[in-house]
């Protein structure tokens, strides 16, 4: 049997520090461009987001998220992916919830009492800002 490849490396992902250095500029003028606009000149603020678009640059919501205590995810519970019901119901939250800045997390028990639990725990822990259930029993042991 041949070995396992090697972890391929990390794609490197773009910081506020690589738009700092570029500019020459500091990272925190760099954060008030992109988070606090109304804090820097109108030149810098454009000249921040021209060259965050140049390198590519996408915020760090895990960051953001230990910033301000909110994820911006709210987590659906469904028992089923097949029937319409629940497919509706997950159009019926995903607009309004993405107008105002929410993530719509889906997650599948298949009708599983422990599957549900699981998900739940799961969805605490990467801290959801909130969670809709659709299943047909919520748990009812007192999550960890």
Not at 19 to 45: C, F
Request: charged share 20%; net charge positive; aromatic share 4%.
């Amino acid at each position: 049997m041949p070995p396992l490849p090697s972890k391929s490396p990390r794609l490197k992902r773009v910081t506020l520090a690589d738009i700092a250095a570029r500019l020459g500029v500091t990272k925190v003028t760099v954060s008030r461009a992109l988070n606090q606009p109304e804090k820097v000149s109108d030149v810098m603020r454009e000249r921040v987001r021209e060259c965050a678009h140049e390198l590519g640059y996408m915020p760090n919501r895990q960051a953001g998220s230990l910033a301000s205590g909110r994820s911006q995810l709210i987590a659906l519970l469904i028992p089923s992916l097949s029937n319409a019901v629940f497919s509706e119901l997950h159009r019926g939250l995903e607009a309004p919830l993405a107008a105002r800045g929410y993530q719509l997390l889906i997650g599948h028990t298949g009708y599983s009492m422990e599957e549900e639990e699981r998900l739940i725990e799961t969805w605490l822990s990467f801290g959801v800002d909130g969670w809709c259930s659709a299943a047909a029993v919520i748990a009812s042991a007192p999550l960890k």
